[in-house]
C-alpha cells in the first residue's frame, strides 16, 4: 500500500512539472489573432506598457484555444507570473511581517478591543470566537481559513503551530482539511463557528476573478456565486493566493486598476453619495465588461495610481453576509445584493446609510435582543479627508515607500507594513517632518493612538451600561416602544464606537473624526440610558401613587 502511494505521488509530482515544463515552452501567439475576438483585450494591451508582453506569459492552452474557442486557456494567478519581471515588487511583497504575531486577538488586553467589553458587546456575533490582528498580504486568505469563526475548525494547519514560519505560498501547501467528506458549513470543534461566505473571498483573494460574475448574483454558466457554498469553493482548490497583483494592476495594459465588484458598483451607484463622488479631486475611472463567458464581469481602470480607491478595495467597510431588514425584520438572504455592498461613507454616515437607505442589521445583540451592525475594516474612508490625505499623502507613502534595491535602483516596496517598521522612508522623507528624528515620529504616531484608545475604552464602558440598562428596563416590563427607543440609541452608538475596533490604525488615520466618533459614541448611549431611567422612574412613581379617593356620593 505504501509503495502504491509513494508511486501515485512520483505520478502526480511528474504530472505536476510536466505541466509547469509544457506551459513555460508554450510558443508566443500572434496577439492581433486574440484580438478578434477580445475587444477590451485589444483596447488595454495595445495601447498599453505591456503590450509586448506575449499573452503566454499568463496563459497556457492557447494553441488548443485558437483552434477550438470552447476549450478556454489557463490563467496564471500566482504572484510569479508578475514577479518573473518585477523582482524587486515580488519578492518584497513575500516578505514576512513579524512585528506582531500570528492570530494576535484584538480582545487581548493590550490589544484594540480588550475584554471583558469586546465579548459582551459584541455577543451573538461570529466576531467574538475569534477576531485577529492583521498579518502580512500573502496570508490573508490562509488566515482567513483558519481563524475559529471561519469554518468551524474543519481548516488546520499540516504542521501544527509551525505553519506561522511557513513562507507564503498556496494555502493547501499549508492546510489540511479535518472532515473531506462534507462540503458543509458545520462546526467541529468546540468554541468555534462557520462564518465565513463566498463574499468573503472578493478581497482575501481574486484566483477565482475569471469564475466570480458582477456582485457574485447567481448565474447560469458561472461556476461561484453568493449562494455557492464556501467550504465547497475551498474545495475546488481554486483559490490559493492572498492578494494577488492583478487586483491592483491591470495585466493588459500594466495601468491602476479596480476589481472589486461591490467598489465599482459603489462609485457607479446613481445616489452619488460615496466619499469620491464628494471630492472635487477624484480620480476618474473608465469601467469595462470582462464578461467573456456568458456573464457580466467589471474591471475599472484608473486614470493615475490613487491607493484610497486601489487600497479601498479590501480596506474599507462592507457588508458580506446575510442579515435582517431594518423596516420589515425579514431575513436578507444571498439572493439579495445588500449581501455584498459597499457604502464608501465614514463613521458618521454609516448609522443613516444602513438604517435608512439599504435598511440593513448584521446581526441581534444575545442580551439586549437589539439588531447591531459590525464593521469591517474601514482604513480607506478613514483617511479619506484626513489631515495627510488633503496634503496629498496616500497609502502608499506610509505603509509601501519607495525604497532602493539590491541594484541601486528605486522601486516601490510592496511589503505593507506600519511606517513605524521603515520611518526613513515613510515619515522623515524629505517631503515629511524634516525636524523630526525616528523617535519624534514613533512618538507622535504613538501619543494619536493612546489617545484614540482612551476614548475606546470610555466608549466601552457607556455601552455596557446601555446594555445592562436596556436589560433591566426589559426585565421591568418596560412598554416596548421604549425599549425600541434604547435599541436604537444602542444602534447608533454601537456603530460609532464599533467602526474604530474595526478600523486598524487605532485611529492614526484621522484623529479627528476618531474623537468626534467616538465621544458622540458616548452622548448616544447615555441618550439612551436616561431613556430607560426615565422610564423606570416614571414606572415607579405610577406604581407608589395613591389609589384615587371614591367619589362622594
Known amino acids: 500500500m505504501t509503495k502504491f502511494i509513494l508511486v501515485v505521488a512520483m505520478t502526480a509530482m511528474v504530472m505536476l512539472f ?16 486574440c484580438y478578434e475576438c477580445h475587444d477590451v483585450v485589444k483596447e488595454l494591451h495595445a495601447g498599453g506598457k505591456h503590450k509586448n508582453v506575449n499573452c503566454v506569459n499568463c496563459h497556457s492552452g492557447l494553441k488548443e484555444h485558437l483552434a477550438d474557442s470552447s476549450k478556454r486557456p489557463m490563467v496564471d494567478t500566482s504572484w510569479e507570473a508578475c514577479g518573473k519581471c518585477h523582482k524587486n515588487q515580488h519578492d518584497s511583497f513575500l516578505k514576512v511581517n513579524k512585528h506582531r504575531p500570528a492570530r494576535d486577538e484584538k480582545s487581548q488586553l493590550t ?35 483558519i481563524v475559529d469563526r471561519a469554518a468551524g475548525g474543519r481548516f488546520q494547519p499540516k504542521n501544527g503551530w509551525e505553519y506561522v514560519n511557513d513562507k507564503p505560498g498556496k494555502i493547501w501547501d499549508s492546510i489540511v482539511d479535518k472532515e473531506p467528506s462534507t462540503g458543509d458549513q458545520k462546526v467541529f470543534m468546540r468554541q468555534t463557528a462557520t462564518a465565513v461566505n463566498p463574499v468573503c473571498f472578493q478581497c482575501k483573494t481574486q484566483d477565482h476573478i475569471l469564475d466570480w460574475p458582477y456582485l457574485g448574483d447567481p ?5 461561484f456565486s453568493r449562494k455557492s457554498k464556501p467550504v465547497e469553493m475551498i474545495q475546488t482548490k481554486k483559490i490559493q493566493h492572498g492578494l494577488n497583483c492583478f487586483t491592483c494592476h491591470d495585466p493588459h495594459s500594466a495601468k491602476p486598476r479596480i476589481v472589486r465588484d461591490a467598489l465599482i458598483q459603489a462609485l457607479t451607484r446613481p445616489e ?9 479631486n477624484r480620480t476618474n475611472f473608465k469601467v469595462y465588461d470582462m464578461g467573456m463567458r456568458g456573464y457580466t464581469r467589471k474591471i475599472a481602470i484608473l486614470e493615475k495610481y ?12 462592507y457588508n458580506c453576509n446575510p442579515g435582517t431588514d431594518s423596516k420589515s425584520g425579514k431575513p436578507v438572504t444571498f439572493d439579495d445584493p445588500r449581501t455584498n455592498h459597499f457604502p464608501f461613507k465614514g463613521a458618521l454616515d454609516l448609522y443613516e446609510h444602513y438604517e435608512n437607505q439599504i435598511k440593513f442589521y448584521d446581526f441581534k445583540h444575545a442580551l439586549t435582543g437589539g439588531y447591531l451592525w459590525k464593521g469591517q475594516h474601514p482604513e480607506s474612508e478613514s483617511y479619506y479627508n484626513s489631515v495627510h490625505a488633503k496634503a496629498g499623502v496616500g497609502c502608499d507613502t506610509c505603509h509601501t515607500p519607495k525604497v532602493k534595491g539590491k541594484d541601486g ?12 517598521d521603515n520611518i526613513k522612508a515613510s515619515c522623515l522623507t524629505g517631503k515629511c517632518y524634516t525636524g523630526w528624528n525616528e523617535k519624534d515620529a ?29 436589560v433591566e428596563g426589559k426585565k421591568a416590563g418596560l412598554d416596548a416602544a421604549v425599549i425600541k427607543q434604547a435599541q436604537d440609541q444602542h444602534l447608533r452608538a454601537h456603530i460609532l464606537w464599533e467602526y474604530w475596533t474595526a478600523e486598524n490604525s487605532d485611529g492614526f488615520h484621522n484623529p479627528e473624526m476618531a474623537r468626534e466618533s467616538l465621544t458622540k459614541s458616548m452622548d448616544e448611549s447615555q441618550k439612551g440610558i436616561k431613556i430607560i431611567n426615565d422610564a423606570l422612574d416614571a414606572k415607579a412613581a405610577s406604581a407608589a401613587a395613591p389609589a384615587a379617593a371614591p367619589a362622594a356620593k
Open 409 to 420: 535602483k528605486m522601486y516601490t516596496s510592496h511589503y505593507a507594513v506600519t511606517p513605524k
Open 219 to 223: 448565474t447560469v454558466g458561472a461556476p
Open 111 to 145: 490589544n484594540r478591543a480588550p475584554n471583558p467589553f469586546w465579548d459582551k458587546l459584541m455577543m451573538g456575533h461570529g466576531f467574538t470566537k475569534e477576531h485577529a490582528l492583521t498579518r502580512s498580504h500573502p496570508f490573508m486568505l490562509l488566515d482567513q481559513i
Open 306 to 317: 490613487d491607493t484610497r480607491l486601489q487600497c479601498g478595495q479590501c480596506h474599507v467597510e
Open 272 to 280: 452619488a453619495d460615496t466619499l469620491w463622488h464628494k471630492d472635487p
Open 18 to 33: 510536466a505541466s509547469s515544463a509544457m506551459a513555460a515552452m508554450e510558443k508566443p501567439v500572434n496577439a492581433k489573432q
Open 442 to 470: 514613533v512618538y507622535a504616531i504613538d501619543s494619536v493612538k493612546a489617545y484614540t484608545k482612551g476614548k475606546m475604552r470610555k466608549a466601552e464602558f457607556w455601552l455596557s451600561s446601555l446594555i445592562d440598562k436596556i
